[in-house]
């Protein structure tokens, strides 16, 4: 079983930055690959960004050259920073970790951008 817990989330001005943290557990996390989804009130969830277990990245297109994803095998850790934030950005920012054909998502962390 594989825990994932976000942490990070909070208010902030638009144009500001942010940066998402998400922690595994497990010794086989580095073999995980790691995504960031969000969701906006009333909005479905939404993959935001992607990083393979070999560290191949991709993003959804209206974050790209804003946001960056990375993963730390050593602490078994994913982050997510945001740059040049704005208000459509506001949404629950949630980690999963995939392998195997299994899921596992965190809690979610709140990010709130106001102009």
């Known amino acids: 079983q594989v825990q994932v817990v976000e942490s990070g989330g909070g208010a902030v001005q638009a144009g500001g930055s942010r940066r998402l943290s998400c922690v595994g557990s497990?010794?086989?996390?580095?073999?995980?690959?790691l995504r960031w989804h969000r969701q906006a009130p009333g909005n479905q969830r939404e993959l935001v960004a992607a990083v393979s277990s070999g560290g191949s990245t991709l993003y959804t297109d209206s974050v790209k050259g804003r946001f960056t994803i990375s993963r730390d095998h050593a602490r078994n850790i994913l982050y997510l920073q945001m740059n040049s934030l704005k208000p459509e950005d506001t949404a629950v920012y949630y980690c999963?970790?995939?392998?195997?054909?299994?899921?596992?998502w965190g809690q979610g962390t709140q990010v709130t951008v106001y102009s």
């Open positions: 497990g010794s086989s996390f580095r073999l995980f690959g």
């Open positions: 999963a970790a995939g392998y195997d054909g299994k899921d596992y």
